[in-house]
């Protein structure tokens, strides 16, 4: 929460210092107060997270409050989308998480034929998608019921690492190469959405515990891993400001500006709070269990 408080600060500046936000301008946000709808969606969602994966169902226009529209509309000049009020648009996943972190201790004491039949559920919820009346893009990945099972799933491969210590330890390294060339060469067989995006959750559920077995004790991993979010929560401002202001070489500002405020925020920020925190935690569990004095009872008489 502290980097994503901070990166929304960075998003407030970016949009009305310099309006150079990738996908929102600061009119959108001009008479939000006239509106409590607007108003409540803008101040709740940027602060609380919870349900921004929602709001790309909402349009709205300058004159208008918010309205349910499950068509998957695109921005135009007369229609916005709700999620445009949020500084971090891309947050929307951190909402779905937030969800499943409120399950997990329930889920975490299941056996896997019941994730696996909540797995079924949720796929079950997903395709019903295709016959009903609303976008599928937002049905399936805009609904925290639909997006369940990879959850699910990231918990039934992370109960197989015994198996895969045990039966393959040492093939870590092929499963990590195979899931990068798929990824990298899947997009030139030219297949449907639905089809590649099936055959990555397949690929992506068998080799991570392969991949993860092989990697979880490197210290380039781990730091790799631990940049993942500062990256994943300023690339789009970045993109942005690259956009507005232009400069040389575009596409490598952007992942080299991307990168160096990644490592500021983690170094700086991050680091600093783990470690306090770290430390509270230490200092508590090493305190001295103090024995209050007894008082003696009164002796009846």
Known sequence: MPTYFVVTILGMVTLFAFNASATAAPELFANTWRYPGRAFVVVFENLGLLGQEMLFWFTFTPATELRFDASGALPTEQISLAWQLIFIPQAW????????????????RLGNRALIAIAAASISLRVAGLWLPVDYAIWQ???FPTALFLFVLG???QRSLPLVTRLAPRWGLLATAVMLAIIITLPKYQLAVESSRWLMYAVITLGTPLAFNAFRHNAVDRWIGELSYPMYLTHLMIIGLVLHFEPPY????????TLLLSIALRYLLEMPIDRRRQAR?????????????????????
């Open 93 to 108: 996943s951190l909402s779905m998480e937030l969800l499943f972190y409120a399950l997990a201790p329930f889920l975490v």
């Open 141 to 143: 990945g805009r609904l």
């Open 155 to 157: 918990m039934l491969a």
């Open 250 to 257: 575009p596409v490598w500002i952007a992942i080299g500006g």
């Open 281 to 301: 935690a230490t200092s508590s569990r090493q305190s001295p269990v103090v024995a209050m004095p007894r008082t003696p009872l009164p002796q009846l008489s």
